[in-house]
């Protein structure tokens, strides 16, 4: 970690973050922050030395306790299929499939040529039929894509408890490691429109170049991407121990009087990463860029379709990534969900602690919990 980096970096101007959140009790980064110089390295370090122990007992009792061991819970043992369907529900999208514009909005899917209007022609309603939907997959040269629409729209809807769904499906949850999610998804009848449905507006696009870059990965292969996102994070940023240490001193001995995050924020975006401006982020930052970079590419253009969302531990204060995807298996749909941890991934390793804190990238285990699972539209952070 440079600290003179942290201590001396120019105010920046915004960059178009939004990662302005109070999730798993880190302070955000503010773009616009323009940190004091007053308070160095040696400074936070005495105080940390100084005042730590009155925060030690909290600190200890965040990273350790509360995964089932003595008291509390974790994934393998909650009900997780509840906590990944309360918030999971439909959202609008819009993309291009074999040279047509297509938009799904209000229950109604959008068809155009590729230099149509913004705007094109309603063709048929989600309410409608998989026969009509064959239909129109003919006239206009889609590979299926109302007929999925179509029919996997009842579960779909159902899940967000539309009452105007009349003939729901079945539709269940499964949770795996990333490695068998991944062979799970790619096995499968996979159903990348669906996907995309799952997705919403939550995170602007971002450029594939980009995230080939940061990751060293191919952009439409999310596996590479979710094992590359470890490199990435470890080379061009790390885990801001300087912001935390400030923000630990800020809540568990100030009892949240006073700003001390505040001298150690910094840009959090991509381009900041590849920039060099960033100078560390905290868990919910890695969560919103590997996020970023798993819906860069449309669903149907990747090796297997996903959409993403933030798991919140209220009680350890942390977020990390829950990855999903949608298959059709026996007449129903099935949402394979996997969990992945930045955080554990980049410090843990770092500080060569990994075996006693965390297992690495992998995040279904007994040392992870969740309070609540946020997706597309539904994310609060």
């Given at each position: 970690m440079n600290w003179e980096a942290v201590r001396r970096r120019l105010p920046t101007p915004s960059d178009g973050s939004d990662d302005r959140t109070e999730t798993a009790g880190d302070a955000s980064a503010d773009d616009d922050a323009d940190p004091s110089p007053s308070l160095s390295r040696r400074r936070l370090m005495a105080g940390v030395g100084g005042l730590g122990a009155l925060g030690?007992?909290?600190?200890?009792?965040?990273?350790?306790?509360?995964?089932?061991?003595?008291?509390?819970?974790?994934?393998?043992?909650?009900?997780?299929?509840r906590l990944a369907g309360e918030r999971l529900g439909p959202t609008p999208f819009e993309t291009t499939v074999a040279d047509h514009t297509l938009a799904v909005d209000r229950g109604q899917v959008h068809v155009g040529g590729a230099a149509?209007?913004?705007?094109?022609?309603?063709?048929?309603?989600?309410?409608?039929?998989?026969?009509?939907?064959?239909?129109?997959?003919?006239?206009?040269?889609?590979?299926?894509v109302a007929t999925e629409l179509?029919?996997?729209d009842p579960p779909l809807a159902a899940a967000l408890g539309d009452v105007n769904a009349t003939e729901v499906g079945g539709l269940r949850f499964e949770f795996h490691q990333y490695e068998d999610f991944f062979d799970r998804v790619q096995d499968a009848d996979s159903r990348p429109f669906s996907v995309m449905r799952l997705r919403g507006d939550r995170y602007r696009p971002i450029g594939t170049?980009?995230?080939?870059?940061?990751?060293?990965?191919d952009p439409s292969d999310p596996k590479a991407v979710i094992e590359g996102l470890v490199g990435g994070f470890r080379e061009y940023s790390g885990y801001d121990l300087p912001r935390y240490a400030a923000g630990s001193l800020e809540d568990n001995v100030l009892m949240g009087h006073g700003d001390l995050r505040d001298h150690f924020e910094s840009p959090t975006t991509y381009d900041a990463l590849l920039s060099g401006r960033n100078t560390g982020l905290f868990?919910?930052?890695?969560?919103?860029?590997?996020?970023?970079?798993?819906?860069?590419?449309?669903?149907?253009e990747q090796t297997a379709p996903v959409f993403a969302g933030v798991v919140t531990d209220d009680r350890h204060k942390h977020a990390y990534t829950a990855v999903g995807s949608v298959i059709?298996?026996?007449?129903?749909?099935?949402?394979?969900?996997?969990?992945?941890?930045?955080?554990?991934s980049t410090l843990y390793d770092d500080l060569l602690a990994t075996g006693v804190l965390g297992r690495g990238l992998r995040a279904y285990d007994d040392r992870h919990r969740a309070s609540d699972i946020y997706w597309n539209a539904y994310a609060r952070v």
């Open positions: 030690a007992g909290k600190a200890v009792d965040n990273i350790f306790l509360g995964y089932g061991i003595l008291m509390g819970t974790n994934l393998l043992t909650q009900d997780t299929a149509a209007s913004a705007d094109p022609e309603p063709v048929i309603s989600l309410a409608g039929s998989p026969a009509d939907a064959a239909e129109i997959d003919d006239e206009y040269g889609l590979p299926g179509v029919r996997d170049e980009t995230i080939r870059t940061f990751t060293d990965a868990c919910y930052e890695f969560v919103h860029r590997s996020i970023e970079a798993l819906h860069a590419v449309p669903a149907h059709r298996e026996d007449g129903e749909l099935v949402v394979p969900v996997t969990f992945v941890d930045y955080t554990h």
